[in-house]
């Protein structure tokens, strides 16, 4: 009832115009990638260590990925807290108990659900204009990129977003949709989970492989698969590096993701 109570109150200010000024914790780095470009980071008061913020902005840290330090948080006297999908339902039950309002956005499933958590961070900071002009360039941009794909070629892709066990990106997640987006088959589609083997990679024999981020562990990886030249991603020089920071997209993001997906696939190395 006090959610319901705050939501309502919240809306309200939305619709009156008074909702700028609200100070919010961002527990996820999409959470804060997204109040930064809608242009809400002065409501922004505290977030997480791996959150991208200006150093100008001084916003302190009161998490990392998982674990969330409650006194930090209590202290800055946020009016909301607005946590991921890492965040445990304990935390946000914790706060709540504390008198401090939290919403979770889920990990999103794909790019539709990237622009309404983007629409909706906008209704709640009050920078709805911002976020809706946003989503409108995002689209009209993931319009034009996938006009240069050609609709007779839809590559096999392997996307390799973790090493040991060897985890491929999974339908129902964004990063699956980079794939599809982009135009590409995803060779991972009937998995059940994202866990696999490089016996499943071998025999599905992908013509295009990516590797999202892992530093260091990442170059291995892909060094790795340049070993095993009965890969076709392999003969063709289509084993490429993709960037940690894809897999906490904006709407813009995601889409100059698809972008450099769609460039690559089409490109040796």
């Not at 700028?20 to 997480?48: D, H, K, M, P």
């Not at 839809?154 to 599809?180: C, H, T």
């Not at 990516?210 to 060094?223: A, N, P, Q, S």
């Not at 991603?233 to 940690?244: C, E, S, Y």
Request: aromatic fraction near 6%; include cysteine; proline fraction near 5%.
């Amino acid at each position: 009832m006090l959610r319901f109570i705050f939501m309502s109150m919240l809306l309200a200010a939305v619709l009156t115009g008074h909702a700028e000024g609200l100070r919010i914790v961002s527990l996820a780095a999409s959470i804060t990638q997204n109040l930064y470009l809608i242009g809400a980071n002065e409501e922004l008061v505290g977030c997480t260590r791996f959150c991208l913020t200006n150093p100008e902005d001084k916003i302190p840290v009161v998490a990392d990925a998982v674990n969330v330090n409650l006194e930090k948080i209590v202290a800055l006297q946020p009016d909301l807290v607005v946590a991921g999908g890492l965040t445990s339902p304990k935390t946000l039950e914790a706060l709540e108990r504390m008198g401090i309002q939290s919403i979770r956005l889920n990990q999103p499933k794909d790019f539709e659900e990237i622009c309404g958590q983007c629409l909706k961070l906008g209704e709640i900071s009050g920078h709805s204009a911002e976020a809706k002009a946003i989503v409108a360039q995002a689209r009209e941009q993931l319009d034009a990129a996938k006009r240069n794909i050609d609709p007779s070629h839809q590559p096999k892709v392997f996307m390799e977003i973790g090493r040991n066990p060897l985890f491929a990106a999974v339908p129902g997640s964004f990063m699956n949709d980079y794939i599809v987006q982009a135009g590409g088959k995803n060779i991972a589609a009937g998995l059940k989970s994202g866990s696999t083997s490089r016996e499943f990679v071998l025999l599905n024999n992908p013509d295009v492989i990516f590797v999202v981020g892992m530093g260091i562990v990442g170059e291995e990886e892909i060094e790795a698969w340049k070993k095993i030249r009965s890969l076709a991603a392999v003969r063709d020089g289509k084993v490429f590096p993709l960037d940690q920071y894809i897999c906490s997209p904006t709407p813009l993001t995601f889409v100059e993701t698809v972008e450099e997906i769609i460039r690559l696939m089409k490109n040796k190395e």
